[in-house]
């Protein structure tokens, strides 16, 4: 690499260090001034709660790009950018022209996707009412799959939701006791 293409990426690295502590320090709060959730409506509570997580994921990730970008400034003064933190050969022009912070080469990239680490909400998910757990309390248990009793008022098998059906007699050939 030379020395003209080094001084270009320590300045692409710098704006783009500048720009990103920038962004984080501008980004949008969503603080609630009420004191009681009672009399919201869930679906503007659970809009709130997704814009709160949502800008806390961008600001995770913003870190995470400064944290880089930070490191490849750092290999710049150390002398090392441009060459691979595993095995010392030369990184790819290409490869520093798309992603100025890379300090591997392409071989040593991360490149296989996490396919073991499970989503947090599984380990407290309760369970349906047809799969009984060992530790549930039977006062909770509902034995009745209590899903037949609302589905009696409307689901996607409704007649309209079902192509090349009789509408008149839907009912009268899946539900005898619909009139009871």
């Keep these: 690499m030379t020395d003209a293409q080094l001084k270009e990426f320590k300045e692409r690295l710098e704006n783009n260090l500048k720009d ?10 969503f603080n609630t001034n009420e004191l009681s959730q009672y009399d919201n409506h869930p679906g503007d509570n659970a809009t709130q709660l997704f814009d709160k997580e949502r800008g806390l994921a961008i600001t995770e990730f913003k870190q995470e790009e400064i944290d880089d970008t930070r490191a490849a400034l750092q290999a710049i003064e150390d ?13 790819q022009y290409d490869r520093l022209d798309i992603l100025p912070t890379a300090l591997t080469c392409i071989d040593h990239a991360d490149q296989q996707p996490d396919m073991n680490t499970r989503p947090g909400e599984e380990d407290i998910m309760e ?15 509902d034995f009745n799959n209590s899903f037949e009793e609302v589905e009696d008022f409307g689901s996607s098998d409704t007649p309209q939701d079902q192509p090349n059906e009789d509408q008149e007699n839907f009912y009268d050939d899946n539900d005898t006791n619909r009139d009871q």
């Design 79 to 91: 002398g090392t950018y441009g060459k691979c933190a595993v095995c010392g050969r030369e990184i």
């Design 20 to 29: 990103l502590e920038e962004r984080i320090q501008h980004r949008e709060e």
């Design 127 to 141: 369970p349906m009412t047809d799969q009984p757990v060992e530790k549930e309390d039977d006062r909770l248990r």
